[in-house]
């Protein structure tokens, strides 16, 4: 699970601007309930928990990922549910938010759903970040493959690799109101730590065991690190976020 913590750590880093501004733009920091749904470890519910001045919750369907947040990222009230039947009453919180969470779920559509029905009337829902995996940039060239093979992998898995650009359709179904919905920008500098190149690898390595052989994946992490290490490698996933009101 600590595994899982820091691959989690990682990518909030990755998406800090957005929702240090979206928190901003929302204050965030002075409402009295806030929901995060599919709360993982809880590094997005601990952080948020630590501006705020009302109350955080935290809800997943994973139990162990749950008890991992309780213990590790202290702060909000944690519990675990399934955020397609959220066990909250209607109108119960200022905001509902997620962070990827609907690339995972059979059905985003139901969730958001759910997020609205528990956020009350003027409050804001919120997609933090989620991926689309079909504008994916490799470079070099010998890495687009690694790319491609990852985002089959993620739909083997049961994921959406392209829920990004169905956001803004899913906050409209949803009936929500002053829809928003965003790109998270690529800056490239310096190169990522050893931990950053270990994490992403660990999860390729595990991704990938069974679609791609192990001398393959040998060459393409070959290729990928002297690419961090020379300056020239390039890897965005497009990441949107998206935001409404509840009317
Ligand atoms: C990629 S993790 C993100 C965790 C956390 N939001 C973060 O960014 O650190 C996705 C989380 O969604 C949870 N999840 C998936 N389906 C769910 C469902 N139906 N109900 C509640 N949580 C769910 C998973 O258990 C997992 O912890």
């Known amino acids: 699970m600590h595994d899982l913590h820091l691959r989690y750590q990682i990518q909030a880093n990755w998406t800090m601007a957005i929702r240090s501004r979206l928190c901003a733009r929302f204050s965030l920091a002075d409402m009295s309930r806030v929901l995060e749904v599919g709360s993982g470890t809880g590094v997005i519910a601990g952080e948020l928990a630590s501006i705020m001045h009302g109350s955080m919750y935290g809800l997943d369907i994973d139990a162990p990922a749950t008890a991992y947040a309780k213990k590790n990222s202290p702060g909000p009230q944690y519990l675990v ?56 940039i490799d470079y070099p060239s010998s890495l687009i493959e690694l790319g491609r093979q990852q985002t089959l992998a993620l739909a083997a898995q049961g994921a959406d690799p392209q829920i990004g650009r169905k956001l803004h359709a899913l906050f409209s179904a949803a009936g929500l109101v002053e829809i928003q919905v965003g790109l998270l920008g690529g800056e490239w500098s310096g190169t990522p730590s050893s931990e950053e190149i270990d994490s992403e690898w660990t ?36 990441t949107f976020y998206a935001h409404g009101r509840v009317p």
């Not at 029905?117 to 933090?128: C, M």
Request: charged share 20%; hydrophobic share 45%; with cysteine.
């Open 203 to 238: 999860m390729l390595q595990s991704d990938l065991a069974h679609r791609v052989s192990d001398e393959d994946l040998d060459s393409l992490k070959q290729i990928d690190q002297d690419a961090w290490r020379k300056g020239s490698r390039i890897l965005f996933v497009p």
């Open 81 to 136: 549910a399934n955020a397609l039947s959220l066990p909250f009453p209607t109108n119960s919180f200022d905001a509902a938010l997620c962070h990827f969470l609907l690339l995972w779920v059979p059905s985003p559509q139901e969730v958001l759903a759910e997020m609205t029905r528990v956020t009350k009337s003027g409050g804001a829902v919120l997609a933090l970040a989620e991926p689309d995996y079909g504008g994916r």
